[in-house]
């Protein structure tokens, strides 16, 4: 059957008539020269895609799209989800690329999922089509003028049909693919041409490492001679535990991050501990540190650190001890080896990963071969962001700690250091145009405004004991403590602490806190659950603050500072508290104080707590323009004074006429609303005979 282009010129749009100016790289320091040059002696050219019959009409159409005025092209394609599925398993490398923007195909084989299968199967009345949308962009290096594309199926309805099912347009799936100016062909190991599998790319990453090395200035900046306690040397007669006392200052070691999971695998013991010394059994290791042991070797690395081989798994103090140490394993490694792919031990690092796991296609345009990338929107959460490793609370820190980072996922590997993010796709930069969604991860040398960022990461993943809530992130605190020389409090820092006091859940949550204790209730460590910091305008400083804290007290568990703490306290002094109640009001909550019902942003920390008396903390806010922001308390009935927090709330003046904001202030200003002083620790004067009303957080 002929293939069909439907064509329609479409106007407006910010850039469908200008220039777009285009940086393929994500570099925070000079460049350090293209990758492929001194590789082509060691590459071999993959041989062309195969695409199904759809795709193949869309590309030998596609020189209509560059060479028409319009900007805006339709083709027929397949017409269900189902269909675009088989056709990425028959190998169609741009079908692949399309169902890497969403997770409806996994659950096509789903039986609980029957609304979103019915949506994937051929419907009466929809057909499939793929939008293109071509740019014209200006590389800003060398002033050459490229071409930018985006693809875009989806179902649309057949208006010549009167039996086609009546579905909001938001509801069927769509599923985006960019075309980016490829740097170069797309290239495999010479000695596995052909084949398709994760650790064709080793060669790469090798190149990656030494190139790093040699060139880049802030990745060489920030080690220290300190060594971990243990190392796994991996000498040409069997891997052993050796101590580093025992090596030589200068040494090189690389470090792993990989999830354990349930099974079962040789781990280090009191008892065999005599035996690792001499040689550690290669049988009884997991699949993901044989794999590791060989990925080290391959990048001409003698030493390994593995938490599961280098700590004491049954000895408590020596667990407590070098967890401690994490700022100094994994700051002071070579390179991290992250298994990010792999769920557990047995998977290993290295995937096969089908013939269509990338895109490549050459568009003759007049006597010009165009050569391009074509990947999906979503290709840095589909192959990196989303994967295994990426959930797991304790890898973060071994993400963030080393300055150079190579990460082995189910369909490439990814290099990630202070100064680049490359990936076998894209191994001179990874592209400026796929890397301003929220999931992208930039490596960069620690700081404290980091802070928040890296709490907010952190809160997305999940540990299997709730008791590390602290212990795994102590590295980073650690890290950053020494250089803000900062007072650390149960995940939180002394200075500025009062506005740190303004975090909310994400999600509802029906569950208590953590049990048994991992943190007071004023600190995001207590709960479960993603969290974010307040975003407070920048008219909003600290000024506008209307309480302060006068003393901080955390009991800690053991002889770490900034591991598990045991207790917190915090000595507020406070303008007042308010007595309030929340009340359901339709789809949202409100607050009711002195009978006036005030709309409210409401976020509780765990059970939604409604039309129960409660009191209200504004910490931000009160006398400015930009809304007041504040805690949500209930009183604990073990001492005069004494609060938890339960949530925080956030007013907005919607109207943007100051009246809601006069009229919250005017009821906060009405006695009737304060506690009394029985509700609070104490109150006293100061020189000025103003009132200072002291509550205990804990």
């Known amino acids: 059957m002929d293939r069909i282009l439907i064509d329609n010129d479409v106007s407006g749009g910010s850039e469908s008539d200008a220039d777009i100016e285009m940086k393929n790289a994500t570099d925070s320091d000079t460049d350090d020269g293209s990758i492929f040059d001194p590789l082509d002696a060691s590459i071999n050219v993959i041989p062309r895609q195969n695409f199904c019959a759809e795709c193949q009409n869309l590309f030998d159409n596609f020189a209509r799209t560059i060479d028409s005025e319009h900007r805006f092209f339709r083709f027929p394609h397949h017409n269900s989800v189902s269909e675009l599925d088989l056709s990425a398993k028959n190998g169609c490398g741009l079908c692949s690329q399309f169902l890497q923007t969403d997770n409806v195909v996994q659950n096509l084989h789903d039986e609980d999922l029957s609304q979103n299968i019915q949506l994937t199967l051929p419907m009466s009345g929809f057909r499939g089509y793929v939008n293109v949308n071509t740019f014209r962009t200006r590389d800003i290096r060398d002033q050459t003028t490229q071409y930018y594309s985006e693809l875009q199926w989806n179902l649309e309805k057949d208006n010549s049909s009167h039996d086609s099912p009546d579905l909001h347009p938001g509801l069927l799936p769509s599923f985006s693919v960019r075309m980016l100016p490829a740097v170069a062909p797309a290239t495999t190991s010479a000695s596995l041409a052909g084949a398709s599998h994760t650790r064709d790319g080793l060669p790469l990453a090798k190149y990656w490492m030494e190139r790093c090395c040699r060139t880049h200035r802030l990745c060489n900046s920030f080690r220290t001679s300190t060594k971990p306690t243990r190392l796994i040397d991996l000498n040409p007669d069997g891997p052993r535990i050796c101590l580093s006392k025992d090596l030589p200052a200068d040494i090189n070691y690389a470090t792993l991050s990989h999830c354990w999971g349930s099974s079962k695998h040789a781990v280090l013991k009191k008892a065999s501990m005599p035996d690792f010394l001499r040689r550690i059994p290669f049988k009884g290791i997991s699949k993901t540190i044989q794999d590791a042991f060989e990925i080290t070797q391959y990048l001409g690395i003698r030493y390994l650190w593995v938490d599961s081989l280098c700590i004491v798994q049954d000895d408590k103090d020596d667990w407590n001890s070098e967890s401690a140490l994490m700022a100094i394993v994994y700051g002071n490694s070579s390179i991290n080896i992250a298994a990010s792919g792999a769920e557990d031990g047995t998977i290993g690092c290295f995937f096969d990963r089908g013939e269509a796991w990338r895109c490549q296609v050459s568009i003759t345009i007049g006597e010009q071969s165009l050569l391009y990338d074509c990947v999906s929107n979503e290709m840095y959460r589909y192959n990196f962001a989303d994967m295994p490793l990426g959930r797991r609370g304790w890898a973060l820190q071994e993400r963030l700690l080393p300055s150079r980072t190579l990460h082995f996922t189910t369909t490439q590997i990814l290099w990630e250091c202070h100064q680049k993010t490359t990936c076998e796709v894209f191994p001179d ?270």
């Open 429 to 698: 930069a990874f592209p400026s145009a796929l890397s301003s969604a929220r999931v992208f991860f930039r490596k960069q040398p620690l700081t404290r405004p980091m802070w928040p960022w890296i709490v907010e990461r952190y809160s997305r993943c999940k540990l299997t004991y709730c008791k590390d809530k602290l212990f795994a992130i102590s590295g980073l605190a650690r890290n950053i403590q020494l250089q803000s020389k900062e007072q650390y409090v149960a995940g939180l820092w002394r200075e500025d602490l009062e506005l740190q006091l303004c975090w909310h859940k994400i999600l509802d949550d029906e569950g208590p806190r953590y049990i048994p204790y991992t943190a007071p209730t004023w600190s995001w460590a207590s709960i479960d659950g993603p969290i974010d910091f307040y975003n407070r305008p920048k008219s909003l400083e600290r000024e506008h603050l209307s309480i302060r804290i006068l003393k901080v007290k955390v009991g800690s568990a053991g002889l770490d500072s900034l591991g598990a703490v045991t207790s917190g306290c915090l000595d507020v002094s406070c303008d007042f508290l308010l007595h309030a109640e929340i009340i359901e009001e339709g789809h949202r909550n409100a607050m009711l104080l002195d009978n006036v019902l005030l709309n409210v942003l409401v976020y509780f920390d765990y059970l939604a707590i409604i039309n129960t008396p409660l009191f209200v903390l504004p910490i931000i806010g009160v006398g400015g323009v930009d809304g007041i922001v504040g805690l949500l308390l209930q009183q604990t009935a073990r001492k005069r004074g004494e609060y938890e927090r339960i949530g925080m709330f956030v007013f907005r003046d919607l109207n943007g006429d100051l009246a809601e904001m006069e009229a919250f202030e005017e009821v906060i200003e009405n006695p009737r609303c304060h506690a009394k002083s029985s509700d609070y620790a104490r109150v006293r004067k100061d020189k000025h005979g103003r009132d200072h009303r002291i509550i205990t957080l804990v």
